[in-house]
C-alpha cells in the first residue's frame, strides 16, 4: 500500500512529495522497493519491519509517474492494493504510482 502526503508537501521538501509504502509480509526477511524513482535499485530503499509485520519505509517524489515493485526476499512483487499497474518488458505487471 503506497500513501501519498497532502500536495502541500512540496512547498515543505524541495526534493517533492513525501511517499509512504506499506507491505505486510509477516515471514519476510528483507523487503525493498525499487522502480524507475532509483533506476530499480533494490538495495537502496530497503523497508523496516515494525512489531506486527508491516514493512515500512519513505522517499521524497517530485511530481510525475513512476514504476515500481517491492522485492520481497528476492522475488519481485506488485503492490496488493494498487489501483493502476502496467506492462513490463519481462512480460510482467509493475505497479504505476502518479504523484502530483
Known amino acids: ?6 500536495s502541500d508537501a ?10 509512504n509504502f506499506v507491505y505486510t509480509a509477516l515471514g519476510a526477511k528483507k523487503v525493498s522497493v525499487a522502480g524507475s ?16 509485520g508491516n514493512w515500512r519505509g519513505d522517499i521524497h517524489l517530485k511530481p510525475g509517474r513512476y514504476q515500481y515493485r517491492y522485492n520481497v526476499d528476492g522475488k519481485w512483487v506488485n503492490d ?10 519481462f512480460g510482467t505487471r509493475n505497479t504505476l504510482l502518479v504523484v502530483r
Open 10 to 19: 512540496t512547498a515543505i521538501f524541495p526534493e517533492g512529495q513525501l511517499v
Open 37 to 52: 524513482f532509483n533506476n530499480w535499485n533494490s538495495d537502496e530503499l530497503v523497508l523496516q519491519k515494525d512489531f506486527i
Open 1 to 6: 500500500m503506497v500513501k501519498e502526503a497532502k
Open 80 to 89: 496488493p492494493s494498487a489501483r493502476n499497474t502496467m506492462p513490463n518488458e
